[in-house]
């Protein structure tokens, strides 16, 4: 079946420097991507989206890039800051019109001080 | 406003007995969506209601499942009986109209264990 998934499974960054989470998914169809944060005890968070018809859409210290050819997002986040620890997961929606999206396992992010 | 507010936060109960889970969406809301969140399979949506009523219900595991609506600012889960396997974080995420995902506000989660 179709699934997204994530490279890394933990990721330690220092603060200050920029981190970059990885997600590869399968579904070729998939035509939107979103990025969750997930901090400890708490619900998933929306980060930043992108449709497929972009390669690359920027938010506040956030990038998501979109690269189809090789099924691969990606999430940067700048400057990261104690506040960015968290998880991070991607998710894709399999076509316009159906909200069910499929969920990575995500990646977990510590900001070093 | 207070956000999408669930509980319990935390049920631990045996196999075999029945579970309750709760949820209040943010006023005004009209879909309710209920998820579970394992590390095996990550997110996964069971349900959603719109005005009430249950759209979609393909994910919900088995009849040992279900899920209701009564009124726009009241939403339970059931599980009778509960298994192990159904361990899991089960969210509640709240949206106005069938709005794109990302519009959708979660609860903290319910953490459930079943021994």
């Known amino acids: 079946g179709e699934s997204v998934g994530l490279h890394l499974p933990t990721l330690s960054v220092q603060e200050g420097d920029n981190s970059i989470i990885n997600c590869a998914y399968s579904n070729s169809a998939s035509d939107y991507f979103i990025w969750y944060k997930q901090e400890s005890g708490k619900g998933p968070q929306f980060i930043i989206d992108i449709r497929s018809n972009m390669d690359k859409r920027q938010g506040q210290r956030v990038t998501v890039l979109l690269n189809k050819t090789v099924k691969h997002l990606s999430l940067q986040i700048a400057a990261t800051q104690p506040g960015d620890s968290a998880v991070y997961f991607c998710?894709?929606?399999?076509?316009?019109?159906?909200?069910?999206?499929?969920f990575g396992t995500g990646t977990r992010l510590t900001i070093i001080p | 406003d207070a956000g999408v507010i669930q509980s319990p936060r935390h049920e631990v109960t045996e196999m075999g007995q029945e579970v309750t889970l709760r949820c209040k969406p943010i006023?005004?809301?009209?879909?309710l969506f209920w998820y579970r969140q394992t590390m095996m399979r990550g997110l996964e949506l069971l349900i959603y209601f719109n005005n009430n009523v249950p759209i979609d219900d393909s994910g919900m595991p088995e009849d040992r499942f279900s899920a209701k609506m009564p009124n726009a600012s009241f939403s339970t889960l059931k599980i009778q009986p509960s298994e192990p396997r159904d361990s899991a974080v089960y969210f509640c995420?709240?949206?106005?109209?069938?709005?794109?995902?990302?519009?959708?506000?979660f609860g903290p989660g319910t953490r459930l264990t079943v021994t």
């Open positions: 006023s005004g809301h009209n879909s």
């Open positions: 995420a709240s949206s106005f109209g069938l709005a794109p995902a990302k519009e959708q506000y």
């Open positions: 998710a894709e929606r399999p076509n316009f019109g159906n909200e069910k999206l499929t």
